[in-house]
């Protein structure tokens, strides 16, 4: 299983990125995906996840109504559209997938928001 992030970097507030998480090395299409992001100091948090159709999405508070998750099961890509950013998003982002009992994890990218 590997899961690679990308698109991350630095962006003003207010401003919008999208990032991407290609997935390999397993039925990408048949599994739940989830977005975690982690703050310098913070613990780990959940942001949003989908289902693996992409009928049915979740989002934490923080993010709900900014943030939109989807997926490409063609592309094995998930994605998450951020859009009116703020300083707080400032994280490294994780894709992630929980399958046969073991987390799988990104290796992270980097967003922040930043004047």
């Known amino acids: 299983v590997q899961l690679v992030e990308s698109g991350g970097g630095l962006v003003q507030p207010g401003g919008s990125l999208r990032l991407s998480c290609a997935a390999s090395g397993f039925t990408f299409s048949t599994y739940v995906m989830r977005w975690y992001r982690q703050a310098p100091g913070k613990e780990r948090e959940w942001v949003a996840l989908i289902t693996s159709r992409g009928d049915s999405t979740n989002y934490a508070d923080s993010v709900k109504g900014r943030f939109t998750i989807s997926r490409d099961n063609t592309k094995n890509t998930v994605y998450l559209q951020m859009n009116s950013l703020k300083p707080e998003d400032t994280a490294v982002y994780y894709c992630?997938?929980?399958?046969?009992?073991?987390?799988?994890w990104g290796q992270g990218t980097q967003v922040t928001v930043s004047s």
């Open positions: 992630h997938c929980f399958r046969m009992g073991r987390d799988y």
